[in-house]
């Protein structure tokens, strides 16, 4: 079954101190991969997301994630967070040549202590 | 642009109660969505349209229905609540099915005693 993998669900880090959430999907076919953020209730947005191209790929707020195909692999980083990404972070995966269907990871929950 | 809109934001049924919770996008999206999130779970994809007339199951649909009849509603039904569908609902939209970026609602917290 197609699935994503988000590998640690709670992540405490110190502010300033950098930051990597772990993603890994299932399949090595053609796919779309993304990173959403969700604010204490709130809707998920977008961070950034992996469609062709280069492999290292900048979003918002500072974030930045690489695409590694041979590890099937979408780890999000940021070099110094903030107060403000204490937030759950959701990788997200969607095959175009497959279906319409998009794939959430369970969530990472990163939480920065000041 | 109001973007996609969600109501109620809140709501609490008793079991065997039926109720619909709404969505709507003013973007012209083609593509809907609609999405359960639970602890642990993260967010699970109950049904999904890919335009006025057309839906599809997703993940999770047993005990919800849905309907396409204009581009900018996607209504969801719970027929018979029961309390393991309490949850936070998510409506999503994108421009096309696929590698698109979606939009979401801010969701509706459903509460079945």
């Known amino acids: 079954a197609q699935s994503v993998t988000q590998l640690d669900s709670q992540v405490p880090v110190f502010e300033e101190a950098p930051v990597e959430l772990r993603c890994n999907y299932s399949?090595?076919?053609?796919?779309?991969l993304f990173w959403y953020v969700q604010y204490p209730n709130q809707g998920l947005q977008l961070l950034l997301k992996?469609?062709?191209?280069?492999?290292l790929v900048k979003g918002i707020n500072g974030f930045e994630a690489e695409f590694n195909k041979s590890q099937t692999s979408f780890h999000l980083r940021k070099p110094s967070v903030h107060i403000s990404d204490t937030a759950e972070y959701f990788c997200?995966?969607?095959?175009?040549?497959?279906?319409?269907?998009?794939?959430f990871g369970t969530g990472t929950s990163l939480t920065v202590i000041p | 642009n109001a973007g996609v809109t969600q109501t109620p934001k809140f709501q609490v049924l008793k079991t065997g109660q039926s109720m619909t919770l709404q969505c709507a996008q003013d973007?012209?999206?083609?593509?809907m969505s609609w999405y359960r999130q639970d602890p642990g779970m993260g967010l699970r994809l109950i049904h999904y349209?890919?335009?006025?007339?057309?839906?599809d199951q997703g993940e999770v649909p047993n005990g919800y229905n849905v309907s396409r009849s204009t581009t900018e509603d996607f209504p969801l039904r719970l027929l018979s609540a029961a309390p393991s569908q309490t949850s936070v609902y998510f409506c999503?939209?994108?421009?096309?099915?696929?590698?698109?970026?979606?939009?979401f609602g801010p969701g509706t917290r459903l509460l079945v005693l």
């Open positions: 973007m012209n999206h083609e593509y």
């Open positions: 997200a995966v969607s095959y175009p040549n497959t279906g319409n269907q998009f794939y």
């Open positions: 399949s090595s076919v053609s796919v779309y």
């Open positions: 349209s890919v335009g006025a007339g057309i839906t």
């Open positions: 992996y469609l062709s191209g280069s492999t």
């Open positions: 999503a939209s994108s421009p096309r099915p696929g590698g698109e970026t979606q939009y």
